[in-house]
């Protein structure tokens, strides 16, 4: 049977995903860059004690912050708490040792065995993999030292995350703007750096983030 959703099945799910990452309930509504007693247990409940519901804004900018994917979160709201503290060893690759070959294969799975392995929750995904973020090219989002998960299973669509390839053996992480039969158009998480438009010809191989370690 489905399980309904209710109020506090909702701000556990939030806990929850405060814990995963380390995190106090203010401290998740911090990084997302908000006040930090948005989510404090005093502010669940109105003066005149009426259940108060976390809005969606405030909902997608913690998932933001943590790069948490809204099919995990719902995961934490159905209470399945065990399924989401699972963890197994996944392949770790630094980010600019993915440029190089002998990782993947055409496809963006990973090949070899070559490379160290990290402990991270299970995503159902027997192919997912970590790469460690080196400098600051996708700061403010994911900083130097930051462990992303990248699925090259996934589905993608607009608005999500993305590791690419390039067959030039470049790796960039971005955001999927556009795709079409013959182009890729990519923002940067960096201001400071150039959305990108590619020929689909000039894409090896592109995969969702689906998880971040902050």
């Known amino acids: 049977m489905a399980r309904k959703l209710s109020h506090s099945r909702l701000w556990a799910a939030i806990d929850a995903l405060a814990a995963r990452h380390g995190l106090t309930a203010s401290g998740l509504a911090k990084a997302a860059g908000l006040d930090p007693t948005t989510f404090n247990k ?4 109105t003066a005149k004690g009426r259940p108060r519901w976390p809005n969606t ?6 998932l933001d912050a943590t790069g948490a994917g809204f099919d995990e979160f719902l995961m934490l709201v159905g209470g399945d708490t065990q399924k989401a503290a699972r963890a197994r ?10 440029g190089g070959g002998g990782f993947f294969d055409d496809a963006g799975f990973p090949v070899g065995g070559s490379w160290e392995e990290v402990a991270f929750p299970d995503f159902d995904d027997e192919h997912a ?4 973020v080196s400098g600051d090219s996708m700061a403010p989002v ?3 030292g930051d462990i992303i998960i990248v699925s ?3 589905g993608i669509r607009r608005g999500d995350r993305v590791v690419v390839k390039t067959v030039d053996g470049e790796v960039m992480a971005k955001v999927l703007a556009r795709r079409t039969a ?18 689909a010809e000039e894409i090896l191989w592109m995969a969702r983030i689906i998880w971040a370690s902050q």
């Open 152 to 154: 090259p299973a996934a």
């Open 42 to 45: 005093s502010k669940r409940i």
């Open 129 to 132: 993999y970590a790469l460690e």
């Open 142 to 144: 994911y900083r130097d």
């Open 182 to 199: 013959k182009s890729v158009e990519l923002h940067s998480l960096n201001p400071a750096h150039d959305d990108r438009v590619l020929k």
């Open 89 to 98: 060893n996944v392949p770790l690759i630094g980010l600019a040792q993915a």
């Open 57 to 62: 804004e405030s909902l997608a900018r913690i």
